[in-house]
């Protein structure tokens, strides 16, 4: 199976467009087969969920921002950071392993999950979303700065914040994090997104679903890959929508008059200002933030970069690999995710 998604895969993790049947249906339509109904889970994955997070807003820059918290504040704060088009719940069954030992949070960035959207956006302004969530939750009440951990678009907001300013955290872990493909391939990657036909833009707005069964049915993963864990698949896909009323044409079978649609601003990346991105790609090498990238074994990003991809790393940086994982590691291996994380965090970094 890995065979056959490979060459479709990239850590560039914004929309691409791709016509049915263009790629397998374990990852064009993961969740189609369950038929709106949940597949059935292990029970490591029951009690991690049946844990609940508080749910609330932190103010930044005149926008709410969606928080989710566990454990205690005064223990060592932990700052978990989601992907492109995502959101803090990605992190909802991956937190509660560390919440007997760490004040713990997760944030929707500005125009994703319940965060409000923006006219436009920067890394500057993420990097202050996040020392203002983590001054609101406690994360620096246990003794020292909190450590943040960022899966890939998120992973780069990290990054980012750990260049610009390290005064703000105790050390930083990027989770399958890359910086645009090789210079061959940005070309093709370009021309694919100005050729696509289902994206949302300014004139034309997400598509709003009759019913939950047909928005879950069109839930794939960005870049594409199998839901290695349908119910986590699940789970993530069901708190990715919100209900609205149905365009005047439509009708829900249900008679309600409101359909389902994707929670995140279909125009961010639009929005998106990326003149401090590259300027964070382009970072000296000696960065004095303590870091570690987590990568998946299946995830192209040691391929790209042996490619000519660019990355601002430093070198001689911890790396570790987790095995049978592509780029969304917590779907595909959640618990030596969660071991991995576990041993860095118990051992590292040096005090």
């Known amino acids: 199976m890995a065979q056959d998604v490979k060459p479709a895969e990239t850590y560039d993790d914004r929309p691409i467009h791709a016509d049915p049947g263009e790629l397998p249906p374990e990852v064009q339509a993961p969740l ?17 969920i049946a844990r609940e997070p508080e749910r609330t807003f932190v103010e930044s820059l005149g926008s709410k921002l969606e928080v989710l918290t566990w454990g205690e504040v005064g223990k060592p704060g932990l700052l978990f950071v989601h992907g492109n088009s995502a959101h803090a719940d990605w992190w909802s069954f991956i937190a509660p392993f560390f919440a007997d030992d760490y004040r713990v949070a997760s944030m929707s ?12 956006y920067s890394f500057a302004d993420f990097a202050e979303d996040a020392e203002a969530v983590a001054r609101a939750t406690g994360l620096y009440e246990g003794g ?7 899966h890939s678009f998120g992973g780069g907001q990290v990054f980012f ?13 990027m989770v399958d994090t890359g910086f645009g493909p090789p210079p061959e ?16 833009t300014v004139d034309r707005p997400s598509r709003v679903y009759p019913t939950l069964e047909a928005a879950l049915a069109r839930f794939r993963l960005m870049p594409p ?10 789970f993530i896909a069901r708190r990715s929508l919100k209900q609205v009323p149905l365009p005047d044409k439509e009708t829900a079978p249900e008679g309600s008059g409101e359909g389902w649609t994707w929670r995140f601003d279909p125009n961010m990346w639009a929005k998106l200002d990326r003149e401090l991105t590259m300027a964070a790609q382009a970072a000296p090498t000696d960065v004095s933030t303590p870091m570690v990238h987590i990568y998946g074994a299946k995830s192209r ?5 042996k490619a000519g991809a660019p990355s601002p790393f430093p070198p001689g940086m911890l ?3 987790i095995p049978d994982s592509h780029h969304h590691i917590m779907i595909d291996q959640p618990l030596a995710l969660v071991a991995a994380l576990r041993a860095l965090l118990a051992a590292w970094p040096p005090a």
């Open 32 to 48: 189609a087969e369950y038929r709106g109904e949940p597949p059935p889970s292990p029970q490591w994955f029951k009690d991690a």
């Open 109 to 120: 960035l500005a125009g994703m999950g319940a965060s409000d959207w923006r006219e436009r």
């Open 144 to 150: 020292r700065k909190p450590i943040y951990v960022g």
């Open 161 to 173: 914040a750990a260049v610009r300013h390290p005064e703000r955290m105790h050390a930083a872990v």
């Open 185 to 200: 391939e940005l070309a093709k990657r370009q021309a694919q997104m100005e050729a696509v036909r289902n994206i949302p």
């Open 225 to 234: 890959q199998p839901a290695g864990n349908p119910f986590i698949a699940d």
């Open 301 to 305: 990003i040691v391929e790209h970069r």
């Open 319 to 321: 790396e570790i690999e």
